[in-house]
């Protein structure tokens, strides 16, 4: 039998988006159905604390947000073959990250292009936010499977985190040439839809932006949301030619409306102010994606209402204590290859 792992996560910083529904659950959805791949979906809150080192609060309260916004959206936690797992609470990732830290260049670890607009951006990152991508290999590794013919290590993830697993699969072929085959190299998967732009129309969507549609969002503030979105800015009339391309309300039709032959005709219709004597307004169409995102939404917000009386708790121990004993394995496993094992013979 071959050993088949995914391994995901998200930071635990606040209640999820419809961002992350599109550009990562959707993938981890599909990841679950194949019940020979155990999945371990990461509560990264040890990565929250690289940029919200002073909100621990936040942090915690967020873990419960992401669990119940990963059962709404359908995550099995009750299958045997699915993990959550609380990141703070494996020690041996700890190591192994330590370990990895070593292996990994600091000249890789700076070209990687969010750490890069990070400092562009923000000018003082903590230290541990600087080795944030190196952190996460550790994430990935700590449940390697042993490097055989037939054993994978799937990633799912949004777009952004590409050049993340590229380092991260450069990292243990390194490692596993330099000292010996202790983990098999990640392999990253994204989704069709990239990134989602937010309702501004600006840059992606992010809760602290004020441009993110919540999973959690009530039908009304959904709506509300929509119909004040970033439309074309140089259509006055609904008979005037639009740009349907840098209109985010055609990306999300783009992105969630079930017919897309539809999508595609109105924004014909757009681009040409008039066709066939028939126009379409931002209006109609801000509310024709708010009832496509209602009925998208509703299933989601029914199940999260259920899953607050779950033993969360219950379900995150569950999984973390699978997780651990995997870790401990492939951590003494690295550890071995480095020689840095208890040294009876001294
Ligand atoms: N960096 C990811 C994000 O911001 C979250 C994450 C943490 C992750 N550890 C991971 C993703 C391991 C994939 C694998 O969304």
Not at 296 to 303: K, S
């Amino acid at each position: 039998m071959s050993d088949r792992r995914v391994l995901t996560g998200m930071r635990t910083t606040g209640p999820l988006h419809l961002g992350h529904y599109v550009g990562a659950l959707k993938l981890w959805l599909e990841a679950q159905k194949d019940s020979d791949l155990e999945c371990f979906f990461l509560l990264a809150d040890l990565q929250a604390l690289t940029t919200h080192a002073d909100r621990p609060d936040l942090i915690r309260n967020s873990v419960r947000e992401v669990v119940l916004d990963w059962i709404a959206v359908g995550l099995e936690y009750w299958k045997p073959n699915i993990h959550f797992v609380l990141q703070s609470q494996v020690p041996a990732r700890a190591l192994l990250s330590q370990l990895l830290s070593n292996v990994a260049r600091w000249s890789e670890v700076q070209r990687n292009p969010t750490i890069q607009s990070e400092l562009a951006h923000q000018g003082s990152p903590s230290a541990g936010f600087m080795i944030y991508t190196v952190d996460q290999a550790a994430d990935i590794f700590m449940v390697s499977p042993v490097p055989k013919k037939g054993n994978r290590l799937l990633v799912p993830v949004g777009a952004d985190q590409l050049p993340h697993l590229n380092d991260a699969r450069d990292w243990a072929r390194r490692f596993n040439r330099t000292y010996s085959e202790v983990f098999v190299p990640c392999e990253g998967q994204v989704g069709l839809v990239g990134r989602l732009v937010g309702t501004d129309g600006s840059s992606k969507m992010s809760k602290s932006l004020g441009n993110a549609i919540m999973l959690s969002d009530s039908p009304d503030v959904v709506t509300q949301k929509v119909m004040s979105m970033y439309t074309d800015p140089n259509r006055a009339r609904k008979t005037d030619p639009g740009n349907p391309d840098t209109n985010p309300v055609f990306e999300y039709l783009r992105a969630f409306h079930p017919n897309q032959n539809q999508v595609m005709h109105w924004a014909n219709m757009y681009r040409a102010g008039v066709l066939g004597g028939e126009s379409i307004g931002d209006v109609q169409l801000k509310k024709e994606l708010a009832a496509t995102l209602n009925i998208l939404l509703e299933p989601i917000r029914q199940r999260r209402k259920e899953a607050q009386e779950l033993a969360l708790g219950d379900i995150v121990e569950a999984g973390t204590i699978r997780t651990n004993e995997i870790a401990e394995e492939v951590t003494s496993r690295a550890m071995e290859a480095m020689h840095l094992g208890f040294p009876v013979n001294l």
